[in-house]
């Protein structure tokens, strides 16, 4: 499930601490505890002569080379030079040092710097040893390019810098390879930068000679421990070679442009400054070659460049091992690559502070793993297995971690995108005290990781870091892991995801262990989890990948509890959300993962809350939102806002898993690979939308399986549609039953849906439904039920209006129905409402009829338990009922009497009266007793009876006398509203 890092239990602290002190044959694999260097099989060749040809460019001060022995061996020592202040400069036609060769640069007293030029039109290659009798400084500088050979090694304790730049810079002169004058005159010697032309020379390293620095094994060009190695050219390649600067920094540069370096000197050596440089080139580092730092307090490595590249088993280690904090690896570049079991780390074993890791890259980062099966072997396979990975097999990481009291450093990547594939790994664990580091990722395009991790971990006191992601759109897939996660009694961190536009997690190939998860979790320990927050405008979960805070978690074949409370799940998506289907595994008789955004529980401590806030969520063929509880703890809550909708759309056909929202009480969220009792308690549901569609066997559910409680659901949508087999389900098992809260509009129920509170052996829940409208589709079977079978009914209570197609049904109501006798009845396995056709409403006790529950109906409109109105099959038509000849109704006696405010016209022939108003009644003007067209002279006679009191008629219009008095009357003079056409004359009877 979630996994985290890393440690070989086969080799211990003290052992690895003992095999690197005690030997002088170091490896080529770097330890997180100590320094280890590759085994190097010297050639047996014959030393040849230096090729030293000092130039004439300084006149009577002209470089000078001299034979001599130096630690018991032939040598040459080059002495004269041009002396400013501190400083020394020597100028050379050619500079080389033969295999086997000793070159020596003396060291007058007061200099600190030597700088060393060559101006022919050759490149440099050291093949023997370069070195300094004294502390001074050395650069050694040739535009045409220098080579470091496989015997090439450094003896001097300051530090150096080897250039293809064209000069030295100084504070009122310069030192040119170019323009080779003699040293201008300085009273302070000391340089501020290296300028480089067009099109500088290469710098390739190819050193893996080993040697002794202050009784420490090194291997390559090394320095004494504090120093600084720069090389500085155009491209920078280091061919299976090595540099060592324990607790000193390592400067890589690669320039392609005029311009100026900056150089200072600090405490720990030097500082470089690219600001005057516009273009870089590139820099490789291939055949295991390694820059490492490591050392009592941890040095830096500082790389620039355009296009930076690492592969072939390559690393950079800045490793701190006392109580000095590490100062980290900085790398800049136009784009970065490490690929083919390349490894960046910088850790420590003490009290001081591992430093940090940051890549910066204007156009992208690309991180390719040492291979999906490695990954999978490295960090799938021990959780699956319910072990810790492997610490010290580092191939294809990027690692920041601690085994001390020391916290570990952080690792930030800033750039446009952000690649992981092929099992790359971005790591930050803490297997002590000290914390662990956290990982920032800043990524303005896209962050993609395809079969990779990126994981901070604790696994001892010390918390975990945090993770956090911003980007514009971030995708994981194929098996991949982000998480945060602890075993132990430090604490998770928390995992933030903030993507301008989309979050896509979904699977490509075939899943063999694991879909993509996203998570934060506690597992086996005492630790809390962290909370996990997604921020995106859309977000989609798909193929069997996970969102997932646990507090456990699941083994292959066993629970792996934890003490520990489960993080906080929250997704905040401005327009949408979707999970979706499940994944494709190697065998098809095995259920497959389901796409989920889950919070769980498979201990004793209560799981996190989850909450999503959209404008519209789907979840479909078997994907799931849930939180559910496998142990004693609570299961979290679930909070739902989305302000459009919420659709639920199970699988056709239907597949391993039910699609739906639930919290649980029971392994429904996790399938059947084994069985659970668990006694927490589900959470609730709370979900608020504009409309909430459930279809295919989509379910709502807050159901227990074992003796935890069921949870409440709570639903506020303007209209709620169940069909095809969907449920809204409180169901339990032995715990207490659910409750189920719907307020809307309109609830509509077809296709044998349901909403269920139903329980096993403890009391059923309640049901509570506030809506205009409830609709049941005739005959569908679609079941509102709140029973209990051996216990107390639950109670349904329906506030509404108008209920249509649905009605109440009692214990023998139900029982008559179906034609069982008692006995029969209350044998019933399942659901007895379920095996009528008919939409029913029940809340009994299957098996005691005196613990039935009860059915309320407060409405206003129809109610069900006074029968509904069968209507006539025959349907009349409403033309065949007006009188289309009043007169010949009359014959008959027949009668039409229209009295009220003026809602029908007196004639079939009118118009509707357009007065919206109504007046008093009074009496009609003059006690006329015709009422007809004043205009036609057309009438009809007035009804008269044996009555000799006059009718009170309508007022149909007003007059105004002389005094400005309004009168109304029975006749509308104006004939608004009338029609146009003359009424049908009855004929004298």
Partial sequence: MMPVLFFDRRLSLSQSISQSATTLRPTRSFSLLAIAFPLVVLGMASPTAAQLTPDNSLGNERSQTLPTTINGSPATQIEGGARRATALFHSFREFNVGRGQQVYFANPTGVQTILTRVTGGDRSTIAGTLGVQGTANLFLLNPNGIVFAPEARLDLRGSFIASTADGVVFNGGEFSATNPQAPPLLTVAIPVGLRFRENPGAIVNQSIAQQVVNEVPTVGLAVDPGQAIALLGGDVRL????????????????????????????????????????????????????????????????????????????????????????????????????????????????????????????????????????????????????????????????????????????????????????????????????????????????????????????????????????????????????????????????????????????????????????????????????????????????????????????????????????????????????????SVGPDPSEPSSRSQIVTATAGSADSGDLRINTRRLLVQDGGAIGASTVGSGTGGDILIRATESVNVIGAVPPGDFLTGIATSSGDILVGERFTTNPTGNAGNIVLRTSRLSLQNRAIINVESIGIGNAGTITLAADQIVLDSRSSIVGDTGSGTGGNVNLRSQLLQLQGRSRISTDAGESNGGNIAIDSQFVIGFPSQNSDITANARTAQGGRVTVNVPYIFGIAPLTREQLRSRLGLTEAEFAELQVNPARQLPSNDITAISQTTPNLSGTVIFNTSGINPAQSLVELPQTVVDPSTLIAANPCVQAEGRSEFVVTGRGGLPLNPNDTLSSQGSGYPWVEAVGGSEVIGDRESGEGVAAWSGEAEEEPIQAAQGWVMTNTGEVTLVADNLERQGRSPHTAARCLPR
Avoid: C, K
């Fill in 239 to 582: 061919d299976n070679g090595i540099i060592t600067a324990s607790q000193g920094t390592v400067h890589l540069g690669s320039v392609t442009s005029p311009g100026v370096v900056g150089v200072a000197a600090t405490p720990t050596g030097l500082t470089l400054n690219y600001n005057n440089i516009r273009t870089f080139g590139r820099i490789g580092l291939s055949g295991a070659a390694s820059v490492n730092t490591v050392g009592v307090g941890g040095g830096a490595i500082q790389i620039r460049g355009g296009n930076v590249l690492m592969r072939d088993r390559t690393n950079l280690v800045a490793d701190t091992l006392g109580t000095v904090d590490g100062r980290g690896i900085t790398i800049h570049a136009t784009r970065f690559r490490v690929q083919d079991r390349a490894f960046i780390g910088m850790s420590t074993i003490g009290a001081g502070a591992a430093g940090d890791l940051t890549i910066r890259a204007t156009e992208w980062v690309d991180l390719r793993g040492a291979g999906f099966e490695t990954f999978q072997r490295l960090f799938v396979d021990p959780i699956i297995e319910g072990t810790i990975p492997n610490l010290f097999d580092r191939e294809g990481v990027i690692s920041s971690g601690t085994l001390g009291s020391g916290n570990a450093g952080d690792i930030e990547i800033t750039t446009p995108r952000l690649r992981l594939t092929n099992g790359a790994v971005l790591l930050s664990p803490t297997l002590s005290t000290g914390a662990g580091g956290s990982i920032s990722i800043r990524a303005a395009e896209s962050v993609d990781v395809s079969g990779s991790g990126v994981l901070t971990t604790a696994l001892a006191e010390g918390n975990a870091g945090q993770l956090t992601i911003n980007t514009r759109n971030f995708v994981m897939r194929d098996e991949s892991l982000v998480s945060t996660a602890t075993f132990a009694a430090g604490n998770g961190g928390n995992l933030t995801v903030n993507a301008v536009e989309s979050v896509r997690l979904f699977e490509v190939r075939e899943v063999t262990q694991f879909g993509t998860s996203l998570a934060t979790s506690t597992i086996g320990g005492t630790g809390d989890a962290g909370d996990l927050r997604i921020n995106t405008r859309s977000l989609l979960v798909q193929g069997g990948a996970t969102i997932t805070s646990a507090s456990g978690a699941t083994a292959t074949d066993r629970l792996i509890p934890a003490e520990g409370v489960g993080g906080n799940l929250t997704v905040n998506a401005t327009d949408s959300i979707t999970v979706i289907g499940t």
